[in-house]
């Protein structure tokens, strides 16, 4: 073609960028279609995942687990069973799913199962297995996701593809009874043809288009590139011709390219780059010594937000009918987590340890606030959840940057080791008692500064001489090593495992040397704070 010429012959710069342009547009055309398929995929699928994994749990929530060993033994329902087992039918039929499942499955192979529950759909060809029914199933990947959620605890979703029952998602959930021992697992199976069928349509709808694109742009390619880069190009390169041979002033055709192209503003763009560096220089000084002045005023508010926790130790030095100690390692220069314990009286005392969302100065502001709002209800003689409910209004208002705190509170009253407490969204704490560790789980109400009419359950035990308390942030648990692998409560128990013997303080550095040991070099996000309360023996 002739814009491709030059004196007869076409030029080699023109060529040259004409087949680079071309073979990137090929290129990105491909990615393109690629990332559009893959992304189209990813995000259906994700929904699916997190669809059954939501409807799985939800159906483990339903579980009368206190009865399991009673129907594994007797093979008969009753009551509870019965109203499980609706409610399981109708996760079936308004999720769509094939089927629930509730089984047990006996190591070591896990081949063995026993079924518990085994709604089904009643549109589909699946047959119901009655309480009790026994069956040896060996198909490796089931045998090996039941050993995982068996022996780990994990969470499974598995993916099949082109059986005899067609293609289906199916979660894999451990079932734990009271004492947090897994003793079923509770599976959820959904057919995945809609996707299937999706994806296809999508493929086939980008690549149409992707053609239709492809033979357009190359359509227009050719006017457009002429006009925008082959004349101003061949203009400049005759003109640095006329200049090495002959020299002299540009003529007028360079200086309207200079005046209104990229390619003629170099030696300006030369000019400007030059002030924009001094210019940059400066600002970079000023951008230092602006970051060295707030260095100083965190480590100075880091300091004082310190100084706001109780560090002492021993707390009340008169007391020697409990031991107490917490600590606070902020991810940031300053927290987010607070703890605190006041000896309202010669008889009780009060501990509380909170998170507060988000990280940095905003949180650690709205800390103070809830640290102060909850000692003063404190030392008025309110219950623990009249001290929340009374906290939570006032967190709430003018709250307009939405932070919230999770909080755990107990009053405790020492003569008789009575405790009573709340949990508005924390992680559960660690009990010893009896000579064994176990979470003292209770359903957590909302966490404080969200809803101001929330209503706050209070809950009672009663310890014992012996007793230990382990209360934490989930910086602890949600620890990260390198691997992205998070600490967990599983780990948090081996930690605890032989500090039963230990004062307060050490018990809190054994388990923060157990953190820092599995998450080694990788960066702290979290804040971590640990509090521990002893009845000695």
Same mark, same amino acid.
């Given at each position: 073609?002739?814009?491709?010429?030059?004196?007869?012959?076409?030029?080699?710069?023109?060529?040259?960028?004409?087949?680079?342009?071309?073979?990137?547009?090929?290129?990105?055309?491909?990615?393109?279609?690629?990332?559009?398929?893959?992304?189209?995929?990813?995000?259906?699928?994700?929904?699916?995942?997190?669809?059954?994994?939501?409807?799985?749990?939800?159906?483990?929530?339903?579980?009368?687990?206190?009865?399991?060993?009673?129907?594994?033994?007797?093979?008969?329902?009753?009551?509870?069973?019965?109203?499980?087992?609706?409610?399981?039918?109708?996760?079936?039929?308004?999720?769509?799913?094939?089927? #629930?499942?509730?089984?047990?499955?006996?190591?070591?192979?896990?081949?063995?199962?026993?079924?518990?529950?085994?709604?089904?759909?009643?549109?589909?060809?699946?047959?119901?297995?009655?309480?009790?029914?026994?069956?040896?199933?060996?198909?490796?990947?089931?045998?090996?996701?039941?050993?995982?959620?068996?022996?780990?605890?994990?969470?499974?979703?598995?993916?099949?593809?082109?059986?005899?029952?067609?293609?289906?998602?199916?979660?894999?959930?451990?079932?734990?009874?009271?004492?947090?021992?897994? !003793?079923?697992?509770?599976?959820?199976?959904?057919?995945?043809?809609?996707?299937?069928?999706?994806?296809?349509?999508?493929?086939?709808?980008?690549?149409?288009?992707?053609?239709?694109?492809?033979?357009?742009?190359?359509?227009?390619?050719?006017?457009?590139?002429?006009?925008?880069?082959?004349?101003? #190009?061949?203009?400049?390169?005759?003109?640095?011709?006329?200049?090495?041979?002959?020299?002299?002033?540009?003529?007028?055709? !360079?200086?309207?390219?200079?005046?209104?192209?990229?390619?003629?503003?170099?030696?300006?763009?030369?000019?400007?780059?030059?002030?924009?560096?001094?210019?940059?220089?400066?600002?970079?000084?000023?951008?230092?010594?602006?970051?060295?002045?707030?260095?100083?005023?965190?480590?100075?508010?880091?300091?004082?937000?310190?100084?706001?926790?109780?560090? %002492?130790?021993?707390?009340?030095?008169?007391?020697?009918?409990?031991?107490?100690?917490?600590?606070?390692?902020?991810?940031?220069?300053?927290?987010?987590?607070?703890? %605190?314990?006041?000896?309202?009286?010669?008889?009780?005392?009060?501990?509380?340890?909170?998170?507060?969302?988000?990280?940095? !100065?905003?949180?650690?502001?709205?800390?103070?606030?809830?640290?102060?709002?909850?000692?003063?209800?404190?030392?008025?003689?309110?219950?623990?959840?009249?001290?929340?409910?009374?906290?939570?209004?006032?967190?709430?208002?003018?709250?307009?940057?939405?932070?919230?705190?999770?909080?755990?509170?107990?009053?405790?009253?020492?003569?008789?080791?009575?405790?009573?407490?709340?949990?508005?969204?924390?992680?559960?704490?660690?009990?010893?008692?009896?000579?064994?560790?176990?979470?003292?789980?209770?359903?957590?109400?909302?966490?404080?500064?969200?809803?101001?009419?929330?209503?706050?359950?209070?809950?009672?035990?009663?310890?014992?001489?012996?007793?230990? #308390?382990?209360?934490?942030?989930?910086?602890?648990?949600?620890?990260?090593?390198?691997?992205?692998?998070?600490?967990?409560?599983?780990?948090?128990?081996?930690?605890?495992?032989?500090?039963?013997?230990?004062?307060?303080?050490?018990?809190?550095?054994?388990?923060?040397?157990?953190?820092?040991?599995?998450?080694?070099?990788?960066?702290?996000? %979290? %804040?971590?704070?640990? #509090?521990?309360?002893?009845?000695?023996?």
């Amino acid at each position: 073609m002739a814009l491709f010429k030059t004196g007869g012959r076409i030029s080699a710069i023109t060529k040259k960028i004409v087949l680079l342009i071309i073979f990137t547009g090929l290129i990105l055309g491909a990615v393109t279609l690629y990332a559009s398929y893959w992304s189209f995929t990813h995000r259906f699928r994700e929904r699916y995942d997190a669809t059954i994994q939501s409807i799985c749990a939800a159906a483990r929530e339903c579980l009368p687990v206190e009865n399991f060993d009673t129907y594994l033994s007797t093979h008969q329902s009753d009551a509870a069973y019965d109203d499980a087992m609706r409610i399981l039918q109708d996760f079936v039929n308004k999720f769509e799913l094939n089927m #629930l499942y509730v089984s047990k499955v006996d190591g070591p192979d896990y081949t063995h199962i026993t079924y518990l529950f085994n709604p089904v759909s009643l549109d589909g060809t699946y047959t119901a297995f009655p309480l009790g029914y026994e069956e040896e199933y060996v198909e490796p990947e089931f045998n090996g996701s039941a050993k995982k959620v068996f022996e780990k605890g994990e969470a499974i979703i598995r993916h099949t593809y082109k059986t005899r029952s067609g293609s289906h998602i199916t979660a894999m959930l451990p079932v734990y009874n009271a004492s947090g021992k897994i !003793v079923a697992v509770v599976g959820a199976q959904k057919s995945i043809q809609e996707f299937i069928d999706a994806q296809n349509s999508f493929l086939n709808v980008i690549l149409l288009i992707s053609v239709i694109s492809v033979v357009s742009f190359f359509a227009l390619f050719t006017v457009f590139f002429d006009r925008q880069f082959v004349h101003p #190009l061949r203009l400049l390169t005759q003109e640095t011709k006329r200049f090495a041979s002959s020299g002299g002033e540009p003529d007028e055709a !360079v200086k309207r390219i200079k005046n209104k192209d990229e390619i003629g503003d170099l030696s300006q763009s030369v000019i400007q780059m030059e002030e924009d560096i001094i210019r940059n220089v400066r600002e970079l000084f000023k951008v230092s010594t602006e970051k060295e002045r707030m260095a100083t005023e965190l480590s100075v508010a880091s300091r004082i937000q310190l100084e706001l926790l109780p560090t %002492d130790y021993p707390p009340f030095p008169e007391r020697h009918d409990f031991d107490l100690f917490a600590s606070m390692s902020p991810a940031k220069e300053v927290g987010g987590d607070l703890y %605190d314990y006041i000896l309202l009286d010669d008889d009780h005392l009060m501990l509380v340890v909170g998170d507060v969302s988000g990280k940095g !100065v905003p949180a650690a502001l709205f800390m103070v606030v809830a640290k102060t709002l909850i000692a003063s209800y404190a030392t008025q003689g309110l219950s623990p959840s009249a001290i929340f409910e009374k906290t939570n209004k006032q967190l709430c208002v003018g709250n307009e940057s939405n932070l919230f705190v999770t909080c755990w509170l107990a009053l405790v009253t020492l003569s008789t080791g009575k405790m009573r407490f709340v949990n508005a969204g924390h992680p559960a704490p660690v009990l010893y008692h009896d000579g064994a560790f176990s979470f003292l789980k209770i359903k957590a109400d909302c966490v404080l500064g969200v809803f101001e009419e929330t209503h706050f359950t209070e809950h009672e035990i009663t310890l014992s001489k012996g007793d230990r #308390l382990f209360v934490y942030t989930d910086g602890v648990t949600e620890a990260t090593n390198a691997s992205d692998v998070l600490f967990g409560e599983e780990r948090l128990m081996t930690a605890l495992e032989g500090t039963q013997d230990l004062d307060a303080p050490r018990t809190i550095r054994s388990v923060r040397k157990h953190i820092d040991r599995f998450v080694s070099e990788a960066e702290q996000f %979290d %804040d971590i704070t640990m #509090l521990s309360f002893v009845l000695p023996a």
